[in-house]
């Protein structure tokens, strides 16, 4: 009774295993980035960065007064209008969809916390505890960015983090540093992080 031979299987090619481990990255890297949104825009980060900057060194009226708290309000405003029309920008030149998918569940995560912090805004300011607002801005938009952050690039709730960080500083310092904390961290912290999302993720 004759057995049949036992065949050794082929050693495997270097330049082969090679390939297919770069298939497999290009199949990761792929996996990752239609389940993230990566068209958030690192130089509309930048905008609102220099627009902060501006803000905090020409206001001329008392910090924590009314007007002060209303000019502020005010360029929030404006700083999501310019970080939404540049992010539009950039999502339209990258094909990706701002409803949809990865769009959608950022924008979901990131506006309950900017609701609340509307609200918060509205009864601290009717009660007159103006010397609050600092850090519960910081506070909610950096929770608002970490929630988001985990639908697009990595460092994007990172720096969510870091406003969450300071603004826990601004909630327990006195009121004129709390200004400070506040006004440098909506500057320095868009500038940073802008710059270098903008660098590393295409624009």
């Given at each position: 009774?004759?057995t049949?031979p ?13 390939r297919?481990?770069?298939?497999l990255?290009?199949i990761r ?6 389940g993230?949104?990566?068209a ?8 609102v960065g220099?627009l ?5 060194i020409?206001?001329?009226?008392a910090p924590l ?11 929030a405003?404006?700083s999501?209008?310019v ?7 950039k ?10 998918g ?8 990131f506006a309950?916390?900017m ?8 009864v601290?300011f009717?009660?007159g ?6 850090g519960?801005?910081?506070?909610l ?10 639908f ?7 720096m969510?983090?870091?406003?969450m960080i300071?603004?826990?500083l601004a909630?327990?310092?006195?009121p ?9 961290a909506?500057?320095?912290?868009h500038?940073?992080?802008g ?6 993720h295409?624009?």
């Open positions: 009774m004759s049949a036992v065949r050794t299987p082929a050693p495997e090619s270097p330049a082969l295993h090679a297919a481990m770069d298939n990255a290009f890297d792929t996996m990752e980035r239609a993230a949104f990566t958030v825009s690192g130089w509309g980060m930048v905008g220099i902060a900057a501006a803000v905090g020409a206001l001329p009226f007064s009314q007007r002060w708290t209303l000019a502020w309000i005010a360029t405003a404006l999501v209008i970080s939404a029309a540049a992010t539009a920008r999502a339209q030149r990258a094909h990706i969809p701002l409803l949809s990865p769009g959608q569940k950022l924008l979901l995560a309950p916390a609701l609340v912090g509307v609200l918060l805004t509205v601290l009717r009660a505890a103006t010397t609050l607002l600092p519960t801005w910081l506070l938009y950096g929770a608002a960015v970490v929630g988001g952050g985990v697009s690039v990595r460092i994007v709730p990172v969510g983090a870091c406003f300071v603004g826990a909630l327990f310092a006195s004129a540093i709390s200004v400070a904390i506040m006004e440098s909506f500057a320095l912290l500038l940073g992080f710059v270098a999302i903008a660098r590393g295409g624009g």
